[in-house]
Nanobody
Framework: EVQLQASGGGVVQPGGSLRLSCAASGFNFRSYTMSWFRQAPGSGREWLSVMVSSGPTFYSDSVKGRFTISRDNAKNMLYLQMTSLKPEDTAVYYC?????????????????????WGQGTLVTVSS
């Protein structure tokens, strides 16, 4: 059974940092493209970053330069290092597994192309 378990959320002041983690199990983690999404209250799920199985990373304009995606294939872990956090970053953050081993272009950003999701971890940026 494919499982993704996100953790690391919490309350942080503007300008602060957090690192989110996603523990994966039930599939050959190193072979799959993985992404982070978030969903703010009243909004749809927003794609943030993807790490293709072969290593390349891509970011949305909203987080580029502030967030860094990484993975440890030996530990089946996906990470999202978040810095310079803003109140508008407040959301539930999700890790997700792409349905095949790699994605290209806008396909990586489409929620419908992901077949497994973590339960979400809440990040609140507030003073």
């Amino acid at each position: 059974e494919v499982q993704l378990q996100a953790s690391g959320g919490g309350v942080v002041q503007p300008g602060g940092s957090l690192r989110l983690s996603c523990a994966a199990s039930g599939f050959n983690f190193r072979s799959y493209t993985m992404s982070w999404f978030r969903q703010a209250p009243g909004s749809g799920r927003e794609w943030l970053s993807v790490m293709v199985s072969s290593g390349p990373t891509f970011y949305s304009d909203s987080v580029k330069g502030r967030f860094t995606i990484s993975r440890d294939n030996a530990k089946n872990m996906l990470y999202l290092q978040m810095t310079s956090l803003k109140p508008e970053d407040t959301a539930v953050y999700y890790c997700a597994k792409y349905r095949v081993n790699r994605c290209v272009g806008d396909a990586c950003k489409n929620v419908n192309n992901y077949d497994a999701w973590g339960q979400g971890t809440l990040v609140t940026v507030s003073s």
